[in-house]
């Protein structure tokens, strides 16, 4: 959520070896975080980070209190954070995560509901727009989604005529 301390950025998806290495997969696949991050969070408490190595399928991470296969596996599926102010956001970029709970609004000013979620998807990712019983999935790109402010917590949008809406 906006303003949290720690953001989540991926999940331990099993151990590797049998020194206690676990392989995290990132929810952004191009993500080099975890090489330059000392600590992270694994269910609220700090772990710190001994060895870090990419590989084509996720981060292999060595960390402190975790010595044994068994002690791996037992952080698998767990989810791992790392502090806010770790992540570099570029001029333009947001962070996904501090859309949820903006106002959605039209060019016009007219609201269109508020961002519930972001569905992050293989090719692209869709905002999850609720508006009372109503769900609207909109693709995040810049064409329809022409301006964030995260100071005043609107995203303004341009839907496609004939988007698809449907009941919660």
Do not use: Y
Not at 5 to 30: C, K, S, Y
Not at 121 to 150: A, N, S, Y
């Amino acid at each position: 959520m906006r303003g949290d301390a720690r953001l989540e950025i991926g999940g331990i998806a099993r151990a590797h070896g049998i020194r206690g290495e676990v392989v995290v997969v990132t929810h952004d696949p191009g993500s080099q975080i975890l090489g330059h991050v000392d600590t992270v969070w694994i269910d609220g408490a700090p772990r710190k980070i001994l060895g870090a190595r990419g590989t084509v399928r996720g981060w292999l991470l060595r960390l402190e209190g975790v010595i044994t296969r068994n002690d791996a596996e037992a952080l698998k599926g767990r989810q791992i954070e790392v502090e806010r102010s770790q992540l570099e956001v570029g001029e333009g970029e947001v962070i996904l995560s501090d859309l949820v709970g903006c106002r959605v609004q039209l060019p016009d000013g007219t609201p269109w509901g508020t961002v519930f979620a972001v569905d992050a998807g293989d090719l692209q990712d869709r905002l999850v727009i609720h508006d009372g019983d109503i769900e609207r999935l909109l693709p995040l790109v810049d064409h329809f989604v022409t301006k964030i402010d995260l100071e005043a917590g609107t995203v303004t949008v341009d839907p496609p005529e004939g988007l698809p809406e449907s009941k919660r």
